[in-house]
């Protein structure tokens, strides 16, 4: 699967949107953008993915750029809830069998 | 609760014990995986179950054996561990092994080898 690079961690304040952004210049065109995020003590927890358009669902948004390139995720009010570490993952339709790999991800800290 | 619910939730174990974890899912998913998570170290794949075939051996010690007896249960049986294999152990299921749709994740087994 082709490589995600995403900031080691952002900030925000509560109530504020939060835009997280994942560099993937490296995407084939058979990749699914995927995004999970972890919360403090728990397993990972399915956000949101997309291929080539913009889509929404009642935990986030994501955009997805023209080319592709990159992907920025956004939580339209952050909530003290919404603290966790968020990863990008790309994953190829293509491509039997799984090495899904995670990454470092983005540990979002949220302010009240 | 994701319907992933692993068990026990905390295990300390010595280097000679036998223990196993146990995952259990009834989402009607057909695939199962195990990963490892260390301290400041992303989540790694370890194994992956696709209608109850191992599809995936992501070079893991054979120290840590997976079993799946059904597509509702996994389990990883542990013996003669290490130190350095402290880490939490997460379980996931998804309908395929595709990852096309939602993976649903386990809220882990934190096992302390002592």
Known sequence: ?112 | ETGVTQTPRHLVMGMTNKKSLKCEQHLGHNAMYWYKQSAKKPLELMFVYSLEERVENNSVPSRFSPECPNSSHLFLHLHTLQPEDSALYLCASSQSDRWLTEAFFGQGTRLTVV
């Not at chain 1, 009642?58 to 992907?71: F, N, P, T, V």
């Not at chain 1, 899904?100 to 979002?108: A, C, N």
């Open chain 1, 1 to 112: 699967d082709a490589k995600t690079t995403q900031p080691n961690s952002m900030e925000s304040n509560e109530e504020e949107p939060v835009h997280l952004p994942c560099n993937h210049s490296t995407i084939s065109g058979t990749d699914y953008i995927h995004w999970y995020r972890q919360l403090p003590s728990q397993g990972p927890e399915y956000v949101i993915h997309g291929l080539t358009s913009n889509v929404n669902n009642r935990m986030a948004s994501l955009a997805i750029a023209e080319d592709r390139k990159s992907s920025t995720l956004i939580l339209h009010r952050a909530t003290l809830r919404d603290a966790a570490v968020y990863y990008c993952i790309l994953r190829d339709v293509n491509n039997a069998g799984n090495m899904l790999t995670f990454g470092g991800g983005t540990r979002l800290m949220v302010k009240p």
